[in-house]
């Protein structure tokens, strides 16, 4: 699935190639996309609006148009925006034509993904503020609020980092890694870890994701860019996917274990399990 960098990527990507176009026509395929609505009312809301700026908020595009409405993209699992191209993809699910020719095509495969519109931005802070909490990479993401956030909580360290209302955006990728990088097994009550591993991780969250952004995001299931290419941050895992291999660091290899219904990989020297659940 998309991550923080993977969105972001796309985002960066595609901001240039929106900012300031009209979209002239838009066609949702798929009424599945912007469930429960109809996908008539946002075509129509969407039809002839501009595009003011192209955001992101967690795994989430925040599309900003003109008039106040707000279209807020997320790609799920295999969700993909491919600009101009050449033949009609398979999957599509929703045909932009911009305002200077120009297409945009939405497909996925599993179409889990979703669009939908807000008719303000209070309406759709309302939408947001359910579902995510804090930004990494903003001034918000202190220790201060990990501290807050798991204080008393039983819950792993990995389960309690990828609860996109506690923190927005990281996924099972960049939790492995930023937890290996932290030396906190995922196993570890989020509630029994100290400041100064609260603060190693915060900073490793941040290390993570933004290696994954100057990699262009990863590539393990459908993960594309705008022009259809791969990211690369898959070559750079330490651990993630790399069961019995050699952990980067000590050469130990790398386990695999299922924490919160995840795989997860990890080094059990680097990353000492806790020692009441060592039964698992
Ligand atoms: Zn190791």
């Known amino acids: ?9 796309v985002r960066r990507q595609l901001a240039p190639q929106l900012e300031g176009r009209e979209l002239r026509d838009v066609q949702i395929l798929d009424p599945r996309w ?11 809301g969407l039809r002839g609006a501009r595009v003011e700026r192209l955001g ?8 900003e148009l003109s008039g106040d409405r707000h279209l807020i993209v997320h790609l799920r699992m295999t969700g993909a925006l491919l600009y101009d191209p ?3 993809p398979p999957h599509a699910r929703v045909h932009f034509t911009l305002g200077d020719g120009h297409r945009l095509v939405y497909v996925d495969a599993r179409r889990f993904g979703t669009g939908h519109l807000f008719h303000s931005a209070v309406e759709r802070d309302d ?6 909490g804090i930004e990494p990479m903003t001034p918000e993401f202190t220790v201060e609020h990990l501290q807050r956030a798991a204080r008393g909580r039983r819950t792993p360290a990995k389960t309690f980092i990828l609860d996109q209302r506690q923190i927005a955006g990281v996924g099972n990728i960049y939790a492995d890694e930023a937890l290996f990088r932290a030396g906190i097994h995922p196993l570890r009550p989020a509630g029994r870890l100290t ?3 609260l603060a190693r991780l915060r900073d490793t969250i941040e290390e ?3 290696a994954g952004i100057e990699a262009k995001g990863a590539t393990i299931d459908d993960f594309r860019h705008i022009d259809g290419a791969w990211g690369s941050f898959q070559d750079r895992f330490a651990v993630h996917r790399r069961k019995g291999e050699p952990c980067p660091v000590c050469g130990r290899p790398v386990r695999k274990l299922v924490v ?4 997860t990989y990890v080094c059990e020297h680097c990353q000492p399990r806790p020692r009441r659940s060592r039964a698992r």
Do not use: S
């Not at 699935?1 to 990527?9: A, K, W």
């Not at 939408?127 to 995510?132: D, K, P, Q, S, V």
């Open 208 to 210: 993570v994701l933004m």
């Open 86 to 88: 050449p033949d009609e």
């Open 195 to 197: 400041r100064a591993q």
């Open 56 to 63: 992101r908020r967690g795994k989430y595009l925040a599309w």
């Open 260 to 263: 919160g219904g995840r795989g």
């Open 127 to 132: 939408y947001l503020a359910e579902r995510i």
């Open 34 to 44: 912007t469930r429960p609505g109809p996908p008539a009312a946002v075509e129509e």
């Open 1 to 9: 699935m998309p991550e923080l960098p993977e969105v972001e990527t």
